[in-house]
């Protein structure tokens, strides 16, 4: 076993020691649990031979009124208190969790967003300029092909600018795992979604790099050097790996916070009603 794999194994077995304690001190459920156990185990380790249930009735029943009710009286103020202060701690720590999750939800949403936008518009790029080749090798109109090849001088410049925010978003995404892989993990299947999202735009993004033209307008020879500097089959496959990717990253976000948002509203009449409404396609 390699150091790697030691410290993962070590690292999955205090987590799960940690839960299991966390669990028999903090939860009322593991509190009872752990009562019984010690209840069963207490001459083993020690501690003396507990009252069974009918010994301690018995040993009620002998002490003086005044006694039994303070006792019993001590019992359900005690009683009421936990389960008081249980209620209450479960409350605020599911409040917590909720904006956490809601916060998460908004900051993957709005991420997304922009690189639902950037990836579009260098779609759109990508399209123009296997465009305007189609235009040049067919030999269409003139002014077309000069108008074109004048307005793709001045989107070749703001493509510049959108790959390079297209490659900045494509190392800000591994943020996330690391800044919400507590929350991610609460929730079933959040962590595989978000890689399938991250995946599909990491692959998209390697298609960002088609050769782009440089031209100046004036150039006699300017639609030669077009269809010399623009690589078509490089266009299309960010093309087709638009095609390809957009709907997963969509597709697998929106699950996400459906699924992250979903532990938060419940189930209710209205979801049932419009999840039933919904067409397989």
Not at 208 to 216: E, G
Not at 249 to 260: C, F, K, P, Q
Request: aromatic share 10%; hydrophobic share 40%.
């Amino acid at each position: 076993m390699t150091g790697n794999e030691l410290k993962i194994t070590m690292m999955k077995l205090f987590s799960t020691l940690s839960y299991i304690t966390n669990l028999l001190v903090t939860k009322s459920v593991g509190i009872l649990v752990l009562s019984i156990l010690l209840y069963y185990f207490s001459y083993s380790l020690g501690l003396g031979q507990p009252y069974n249930f009918s010994e301690l009735m018995l040993w009620l029943g002998q002490l003086p009124e005044h006694s039994k009710t303070t006792v019993l009286t001590s019992i359900i103020t005690i009683s009421g208190f936990l389960i008081a202060f249980n209620i209450s701690s479960e409350s605020q720590k599911k409040q917590l969790m909720s904006q956490m999750k809601i916060e998460a939800c908004n900051d993957i949403e709005s991420f997304f967003n922009k690189v639902s936008r950037n990836i579009t518009s260098a779609n759109i790029y990508a399209k123009h300029l296997v465009e305007i080749a189609n235009y040049i090798n067919n030999e269409a109109d003139e002014d077309t092909i000069q108008f074109h090849l004048k307005t793709i001088i001045e989107e070749t410049k703001k493509y510049h600018f959108l790959r390079q925010e297209i490659q900045e978003q494509a190392v800000e995404v591994h943020r996330f795992q690391g800044k919400y892989s507590i929350i991610f993990a609460s929730s079933w299947g959040v962590i595989k979604k978000l890689e399938t999202a991250v995946e599909a735009f990491c692959e998209l993004t390697e298609k960002t790099w088609f050769n782009t033209p440089i031209l100046r307008f004036n150039d006699p020879d300017i639609k030669n050097k077009y269809l010399r500097q623009v690589d078509i089959e490089k266009c299309n496959n960010y093309i087709n790996a638009y095609e390809n990717n957009f709907g997963v990253i969509n597709g697998a976000t929106g699950s996400l916070r459906g699924g992250m948002l979903g532990s938060i509203t419940g189930l209710n009449l209205s979801l049932i009603i419009n999840l039933l409404k919904i067409d397989a396609k």
